[in-house]
């Protein structure tokens, strides 16, 4: 990304339209409790590596709509961009301003929006950036003149994605974090939010308002002095970026110094070139011998950096600050990982129904609940009746239901490869599994290439990939196909009180395999049976927590199974366990 700079003097060009006061969370949502003075918004206690970790998995991986803009390059019509889109993008800009301890509260000027559009328009139409655009570049127009001298420009990357390369302000150009500067500046309240977006990269771009009438006003109380990228406390690895930042108002940091420690090791500091051009004064240095444009690696473990800047001048008064960065894995093992649970009778009354209670979570800022009426299920299927619970996807170029052998009865499933790609057996329908779930099949795996894996694989609803709970590989060698079924039990307690999708895969990436023209070639699955399942018959529609406790009125008698939520900031998280309840 390309960028030049903006600087304090245009301030006053562009004053938001009133002080509008930030959105207020959903009923049943609190907020954590903030420092005496604090404007309102999203705040997040970094010192909680789980608070984080929810506040990365439901707000920052919100997702953007793909269809978003409506304008016309040939035509230069700056057109808009959908409501959703542009809330995405606020979201992802308050994400990081609470995540650095500033207000969390940013919230859209309508009159700057139309303004960054025109801008964006502009820079896409001419595939290149300018503050000072003139009447000669095309779709050139008074709002895009204005606009563009008053934002941050991006050129090829647009929305949410435009945001994290401001925040990581690679380039050599942008050895200041300029753009990063002007998205954390504590004052900032209201932001115009442009975007234009076509199938060529170079005639895709996004434009950001940096300045509001807030620009000049008393700085807002923060959680810190100071703020920095990344911030103290815990801090998802991929907003970790190569270029780390201090700022402090009204510091001298000419001659300050910064210092790095891993595990009491020395961790390598490259300062860049002062830049006082943006924002409050910010002293910016790469860390870890990392070039500016280097993507951070993901840790085996949490790492944990103290950082030292030194010889900060204030008011003529020399400072010294610490603070820790622990970098972690938001999407790996999660030590002190919380769900939001229920807990309350096992039993209720159709007539009067119970109280229940939810486990609160850390960063939670409220909490939804649903109900599930279920019923057994057995699934049982051994391919007499065609695919039956079952459905099939792949390449479909060999019979997969096939009457050449079989453990019993006349015909068995079989999954084979005539090229690259994954043969898969998927049980049709979510299930919810009970205390003691368990899977019983009888597999036969004949004869296979040294790159043909077989895989029994569970995917847990709120999950992001699946999960293997069953392996089978083959050395290569036609030796050593089974010459029969031999029975497979597979646990699946781990996946207790869950509601689960199941399937069978047969992979296949690349490497050795056997064509399935001749009949002892593939893998053989027959009486698939799972126990402990119950199938879906009703499911209820979210509903709100309140101070933790909800009432269960069910509407008819049976089995039911209820579930929780975390929600933060009007957005839902993954649902929790099920807990099971028998209704008379």
């Given at each position: ?5 903006l ?17 207020l969370?959903?009923?049943d949502?609190?907020e ?6 604090m ?36 035509g ?13 993008m606020?979201a ?9 301890g ?7 000027d309508?009159?700057?929006t139309?303004k ?20 000669d ?29 401001f ?25 115009g ?17 940096a300045?509001d ?19 103290p ?5 991929q907003?970790v ?5 201090f ?17 009491g090791?020395?961790?390598?500091v ?11 004064p ?45 970098v972690?894995?938001p999407d ?6 919380r ?85 898969i057996?998927?049980?049709?329908e ?36 699946w ?7 083959s ?26 999708r199941?399937?069978?895969r047969?992979?296949?990436a690349g ?7 001749d ?21 209820g529609?979210p ?7 909800f009432?269960?009125?069910?509407a ?29």
């Amino acid at each position: 990304m390309r960028s030049k700079f903006l600087l304090a003097g245009l301030a006053a060009a562009l004053t938001a339209a009133s002080l509008r006061a930030a959105p207020l969370p959903e009923p049943d949502e609190h907020e954590l409790p903030p420092v005496e003075g604090m404007r309102r918004g999203w705040t997040v206690e970094t010192g909680s590596r789980e608070a984080v970790r929810l506040f990365w998995r439901v707000r920052y991986r919100a997702s953007t709509p793909s269809a978003f803009w409506r304008g016309s390059l040939e035509g230069c019509e700056p057109g808009e961009t959908l409501a959703e889109h542009r809330a995405a993008m606020l979201a992802r800009i308050n994400w990081y301003r609470a995540m650095a301890g500033v207000p969390g509260d940013m919230t859209e000027d309508p009159a700057a929006t139309r303004k960054a559009q025109a801008a964006a328009l502009v820079t896409a139409a001419n595939s290149r950036i300018s503050h000072d655009i003139t009447p000669d570049w095309a779709c050139f127009s008074a709002d895009a003149q204005e606009g563009a001298h008053l934002s941050s420009i991006a050129l090829v990357v647009n929305g949410t994605e435009a945001i994290d390369s401001f925040m990581r302000d690679a380039g050599e150009l942008n050895h200041g974090t300029n753009h990063r500067r002007w998205l954390l500046f504590p004052n900032t309240m209201f932001m115009g939010l442009g975007d234009v977006r076509t199938a060529d990269p170079q005639r895709t771009a996004s434009a950001f308002t940096a300045f509001d009438g807030l620009y000049n006003g008393n700085r807002p109380t923060l959680k810190r002095e100071f703020v920095a990228w990344p911030p103290p406390g815990w801090v998802p690895y991929q907003v970790v970026f190569p270029r780390w930042s201090f700022a402090f108002p009204g510091a001298d940091l000419t001659a300050a110094t910064v210092a790095m420690t891993r595990a009491g090791q020395p961790v390598a500091v490259a300062l860049e070139p002062y830049d006082d051009g943006a924002g409050e004064p910010t002293l910016v240095w790469r860390a870890d011998g990392q070039a500016h444009d280097a993507i951070w690696p993901r840790p085996d473990a949490d790492a944990t950096y103290k950082v030292v800047v030194d010889n900060v001048k204030v008011a003529g008064e020399t400072r010294r600050f610490e603070y820790e960065v622990k970098v972690f894995d938001p999407d790996g093992p999660a030590p002190d990982k919380r769900e939001a649970t229920i807990n309350g009778p096992a039993r209720a009354s159709a007539a009067e129904g119970a109280g229940y209670g939810v486990l609160a979570q850390p960063g939670a800022t409220g909490y939804q609940w649903r109900a599930l009426r279920t019923e057994p299920w057995t699934v049982g299927e051994g391919a007499e009746n065609g695919y039956g619970a079952f459905s099939y996807s792949g390449a479909n170029n060999y019979p997969v239901l096939d009457h050449q052998a079989a453990a019993s009865g006349k015909q068995s499933f079989r999954l084979a490869h005539n090229g690259i790609g994954d043969e898969i057996l998927l049980l049709a329908e979510q299930v919810a599994l009970g205390a003691k779930p368990s899977l019983l099949f009888r597999g036969r795996r004949g004869v296979a290439g040294l790159d043909e894996v077989a895989r029994v694989e569970v995917l847990v609803e709120g999950r992001d990939a699946w999960e293997t709970v069953y392996l089978q590989r083959s050395d290569g060698k036609t030796a050593s196909a089974e010459p029969a079924f031999f029975e497979r039990r597979v646990d699946l307690s781990p996946y207790a009180d869950r509601l689960v999708r199941l399937r069978f895969r047969y992979q296949f990436a690349g490497g050795d395999f056997y064509s399935p023209d001749d009949p002892r070639i593939g893998w053989y699955l027959d009486d698939i049976r799972l126990d402990d399942a119950h199938r879906l018959v009703e499911t209820g529609e979210p509903q709100r927590v309140t101070l933790g406790r909800f009432d269960f009125r069910p509407a008819k008698p049976g089995d039911w199974r209820l579930q929780a939520r975390p929600t933060v900031y009007r957005a839902a998280g993954d649902w929790g366990p099920l807990w099971a309840v028998k209704v008379q």
